[in-house]
């Protein structure tokens, strides 16, 4: 690396003690490449994305930006959000190589395979060409380039969201620093940086306010990030002004005014409050951003951690209006609320974090990705029969395909965190974790969620004091800690991390044994509409490919959806008291397979909803 001054790690890179975050945290992240996944859906879901990383043309997705730059392409340009005319209302061309770059940097990271690191290498040198042939630091890919950008500062109406689109970009070339290593893509990030400060310095506060009431994605998270990395107070000072004051101010004072707001709009703005905050110190920014997320993740939340309809928060005590749209739960909106999730956890690990984590990670992050073609989902909505769409390679380049394409490569990077000498064990995923610091490795053996049990093996070289921290979450009733097959701890209350300290030795086994049972889950303003769930897992109604051809779930438009494979379906009517209901469904012999009764008494397949691919579904229940 260059340019850096030696100090703190972040992602493996040095960083200036000038520079590091007044608030370091409770906890700290393993590095990806510490962590190996072992056997299971979870794999299956990297493998899958990593294949389409590969499959995928740098020089497609460049297309634009030589365009703007006044270089010829060297490929046609990708379909989709990659080529919409310039009257369309999106206009964000080139947001899918920014997405790209941050996929194949957590690739590189969780594999450390060359091919990616060499993809941001190339993409990274075409961007420098493209800056020198336009002399600026300004790289874009949306119609009519940097006259769109400058139209924006100045006040003028646009049609667009240049912001948004640059922030990906700006995000993209970031993580290839950070989890590549890769000089090019920082010396095009720090001139790109560079570019937005002077671009942006002569506003005044109120123009800049008025600027950001167009979408400008997450650009006050990668400014303080960039302060992080350089210790240049120039980007500091521009990620609090990326800030929308209009935004914090309500949710510092704890007034919840997101009905109507579109949801993926607010959320990345969120990510960066809280990212100013841990680089700058002033709570106001921590508050807010710890409102936002208990009023989402604990009151506006589908059972299945999801949000929103047509991709705005609505007011909860209309759910019922909203519960059974085609347009629930964006996907990018669980991604980026996961991202959220994580930072908090970080700052304050609370066991209530991981649960939503854990829950969402399943039944919004896994259950987004066709497990035969890798391709993604926009909505994951609740209409009762409707399906899963999913997006075609190369002509629907939605958000959510940019976003899908980093969820499945960076499962890894939110099993274990630490503090020290604390492990915090938080996800029950088959994995392989070495703990260098202290010379240790753990492995996690668990067919979990088939099974209720996790078991954590310990290898050493020589007897190491440390603390495990193993999460009961709230679904289990119980908790039951064994080591060595000994009795060590036995929990009855759910929702907090159990400690295990003790000095380890080669050998010694711990085991985890959870209780996982079903129930129902229903949002108080509608209590006769419910959802069923067997410990974090969401349990959908399996309702079989009636009207289905092969392939009518691949497509190209999302704004369409609720239109593709609109026919008609009978959908089982259940009838009864709801939590009767929860313990009247039974196993069905396979693995996470069940059964219900409908009211004509005919049986219900239920099967996880992330398990829910090429097939009508319903996810949530109007009691008769």
């Known amino acids: 690396m260059t340019g850096v001054a030696g100090g703190a790690l972040i992602a493996g890179v040095a960083v200036p003690a000038s520079a590091r975050a007044p608030r370091a945290g409770a906890l700290q992240p393993f590095d990806m490449r510490d962590i190996d996944l072992l056997d299971s859906p979870f794999l299956h879901a990297q493998r899958q994305t990593e294949a389409y990383l590969l499959r995928l043309q740098p020089d497609r997705l460049l297309h634009n930006f030589r365009v703007n730059a006044g270089l010829p392409p060297k490929a046609p340009v990708y379909g989709g959000w990659e080529s919409e005319p310039l009257w369309a209302d999106i206009n964000c061309h080139g947001h899918t190589l920014g997405h790209y770059l941050s996929a194949c940097a957590l690739a590189f990271r969780a594999t450390g395979d060359r091919r990616y690191r060499e993809r941001i290498d190339y993409i990274a040198g075409e961007l420098a060409a493209c800056q020198k042939a336009a002399n600026s630091g300004l790289v874009c890919a949306f119609p009519n380039g940097a006259a769109l950008i400058a139209a924006h500062l100045r006040g003028a109406p646009i049609t667009g969201v240049p912001w948004y689109t640059l922030h990906k970009v700006y995000a993209g070339l970031r ?14 990030l720090i001139r790109l940086a560079d570019w937005g400060v002077v671009a942006t310095r002569p506003l005044s506060d109120a123009q800049f306010e008025e600027m950001l009431k167009t979408e400008y994605g997450g650009m006050n998270e990668v400014y303080a990030d960039l302060f992080v990395m350089t210790g240049n107070t120039d ?266 300290d003790r000095t380890w030795r080669d050998g010694d086994v711990v085991e985890l044994e959870l209780a996982m049972e079903p129930r129902a889950e229903r949002a108080a303003s509608a209590p006769e509409i419910v959802a069923f769930s067997y410990g974090p897992l969401v349990l959908a109604g399996a309702l079989g490919a009636q009207g289905l051809a092969p392939g009518a779930d691949i497509i190209v438009n999302e704004r369409k959806y609720g239109e593709y494979n609109d026919t008609p379906v009978a959908v089982p009517v259940l009838a009864g008291d709801a939590d009767a209901l929860a313990r009247r469904i039974r196993p069905a012999g396979a693995p996470l397979e069940f059964t219900i009764d409908a009211r004509d008494g005919m049986p219900v397949r239920l099967k996880p909803y992330h398990a829910i691919a090429h097939e009508r579904y319903a996810t949530y229940w109007k009691i008769a």
């Open 235 to 500: 980007y500091q000072r521009l990620a609090q002004r990326f800030s929308q004051k209009a935004v914090l101010a309500p949710l510092v004072a704890g007034e919840d005014r997101l009905d109507g707001m579109h949801a993926n709009t607010q959320i990345p703005k969120i990510i960066g409050f809280q990212r100013v905050y841990e680089v700058g110190g002033d709570p106001r920014y921590h508050q807010a951003a710890a409102f936002f997320w208990r009023r989402v993740a604990l009151t506006r939340a589908f059972a299945t951690g999801g949000h929103g309809d047509n991709e705005h928060f609505f007011p909860m005590a209309d759910f019922a209006q909203h519960v059974f749209s085609a347009k629930g739960s964006e996907t990018c909106c669980q991604h980026n609320m996961l991202k959220l999730t994580r930072q908090l956890f970080l700052q304050d690990p609370q066991a209530g974090y991981a649960d939503y984590y854990e829950r969402t990670l399943y039944n919004g992050i896994l259950a987004s990705q066709d497990p035969d073609s890798g391709m993604a989902t926009y909505f994951q909505g609740a209409r009762p029969g409707y399906m899963k769409l999913y997006h075609t390679p190369e002509d629907s380049f939605w958000c959510c395909t940019g976003t899908g394409m980093e969820n499945h490569v960076k499962y890894r990077d939110s099993i274990y965190f630490h503090d020290g000498r604390q492990l915090y064990v938080n996800l029950f995923i088959p994995s392989v974790l070495r703990w260098r610091e202290h010379g240790v490795i753990i492995t996690q053996e668990t067919s979990f969620p088939a099974q209720s049990v996790t078991r954590l093996r310990i290898a050493t070289t020589r007897a190491t004091a440390l603390a495990l921290k193993l999460r009961h979450p709230r679904w289990s009733r119980t908790a039951t800690v064994r080591v060595n097959g000994q009795p060590a701890l036995r929990s009855a209350e759910p929702g907090r991390f159990l400690t295990v």
């Open 175 to 188: 993580d290839g620093v950070l989890l590549a290593d890769s000089d090019a893509a920082r010396d095009v």
